[in-house]
């Protein structure tokens, strides 16, 4: 009954692959999030998502495609990957975006290593 | 622009004593405040929040924090480590608005000494 799952754990790939990253929550919030955690642990948000549509694109590469089939699911695909892509990528969910004090409940992380 | 400071990248403490990690934020209007806790390999989990009310804030696991506006800080306590308390914690603001992103810290290690 784990709250905001994501798979797979651990992603292993060349350069230049495409790969996916999925996410799903079960605690029926409305917006889900992704965030990449760099090797020096600091964390950065990618994109959220209120109900299926983007809220927030920060300055990530286009390489980068976030896609939302329902509520519950946020995916995240990355196209031709990068040396530089290769870090911990969390997902998270929160009731509700416009508040702000909403707790924002995290994934248990995919960690991401291209070689 | 809003930024969220940590003092010291690694605090050590030993078993049995007070821990005290450190947090600032940047801007002079109140966020709301958080403190996660990441243990190895471990997604992050909330130990505590302060959104409106009383400023000395009670989480899990015998963490506390209290926001002092003046000093736009808001700093983490235990009275107590214990050793499965070591973990990396990160504080985290976020400003009102529909746009206002979960901004975090760097994160503070903890280790505890037997």
């Known amino acids: 009954d784990t709250a905001v799952s994501q798979t797979p754990k651990y992603l292993v790939t060349q350069m230049g692959n495409d790969k996916s990253i999925k996410c799903e929550q079960n605690?029926?919030?409305?917006?889900m999030y992704w965030y990449k955690q760099d090797s020096k642990k600091f964390l950065k948000i990618m994109f959220s998502y209120n109900n299926k549509e983007l809220i927030i694109n920060e300055t990530v590469p286009n390489r980068f495609s976030p896609k939302s089939p329902d509520k519950a699911h946020l995916n995240l695909h990355i196209n031709s990957l990068e040396l530089g892509d290769s870090a911990v990528y969390f997902c998270?969910?929160?009731?509700?975006?416009?508040?702000?004090?909403?707790?924002?409940?995290f994934g248990p992380g995919t960690r991401l290593l291209v070689l | 622009a809003q930024s969220v400071t940590q003092l010291g990248s690694h605090v050590s403490v030993s078993e049995g004593a007070l821990v005290l990690l450190r947090c600032n934020y940047s801007s002079s209007v109140p966020p709301y405040l958080f403190w996660y806790v990441q243990y190895p390999n471990q997604g992050l989990q909330l130990l505590l929040k302060y959104t409106t009310g009383a400023t000395l804030v009670k989480g899990i696991n015998g963490f506390e924090a209290e926001f002092k506006k003046s000093e736009t800080s808001f700093h983490l306590t235990k009275p107590s480590a214990h050793m499965s308390d070591a973990a990396e914690y990160f504080c985290a603001v976020r400003w009102g608005g529909s746009q206002g992103n979960l901004i975090f810290g760097k994160g503070t290690k903890l280790s505890v000494k037997p």
């Open positions: 998270a969910s929160s009731q509700d975006f416009g508040g702000a004090r909403e707790t924002q409940y």
């Open positions: 605690l029926g919030h409305d917006t």
